[in-house]
């Protein structure tokens, strides 16, 4: 995660469309991430990532530099999603995980570098089998886990940093990131035996 300099963040709030376009340049892969662990669709996590944009640069004069600026952010992304799923509900719309495996979902687990598997086609085969498990375990997990294991995992963040974003007390992430471990390993060795 690139955390942008106060510099940019200064010019940014003084109105510079450049330091502006750095900004959501630099930001705009680690909050389709995130909106992608709220919504599990990539047209409703890119309509997420667009707003969240330009609540940015609406309210970027806000930002008072108490908290990291990513912190400040992925917060942002955290609430505008809780708010658009609590919309949702009240239109009586059920929002479900999407099973659709097609181009458009983003393969958060496929991101994750491995070294280990050089030219063995039977460990390149395991490998891209368990994460295809994976993902689709991920997308069971309930919406407080997978999103403390996103941010832990996928965006390499600190435990505090994810209790300021998911605005939530530092144990109760210890906790999601405890239980939704352990949950992944039931859900595995249940539906992926072969694989635990």
């Known amino acids: 995660m690139a955390e942008p300099t106060a510099e940019l963040i200064k010019l940014a709030q003084r109105g510079d469309r450049d330091a502006l376009e750095q900004l959501v340049m630099s930001q705009q892969h680690y909050v389709f991430s995130l909106a992608m662990t709220v919504f599990h669709n990539a047209d409703d996590a890119a309509d997420l990532t667009q707003e969240v ?16 600026f990513t912190t400040w952010l992925y917060r942002m992304v955290i609430n505008l999603g809780r708010d658009e799923l609590r919309r ?14 097609g181009d458009d979902e983003r393969d ?26 994976l993902r ?8 407080q886990y ?25 144990n109760t992430v210890k906790s999601h ?9 039931d859900l595995i060795s249940t539906q992926y035996p072969h694989l635990a």
């Open 53 to 68: 944009f330009i609540r940015l640069y609406r309210a970027i004069g806000q930002y008072n530099g108490e908290s990291r």
């Open 88 to 101: 949702r509900k009240r239109q009586v719309q059920q929002i479900l995980p999407s099973t659709d495996q």
């Open 108 to 133: 958060l687990i496929g991101q994750v570098p491995d070294t280990s598997i050089i030219n063995d086609p039977a460990s390149v085969l395991e490998h891209k089998e368990l994460g295809q498990a």
């Open 136 to 143: 689709l375990v991920i997308d069971q997990l309930e919406p």
């Open 146 to 170: 997978r999103q403390a294991l996103t941010l832990f995992y996928f965006e390499d963040l600190k435990y505090q940093d994810i209790a300021d974003i998911m605005d939530i007390p530092l």
């Open 177 to 185: 990131i405890r239980r939704g471990k352990e949950r992944m390993a």
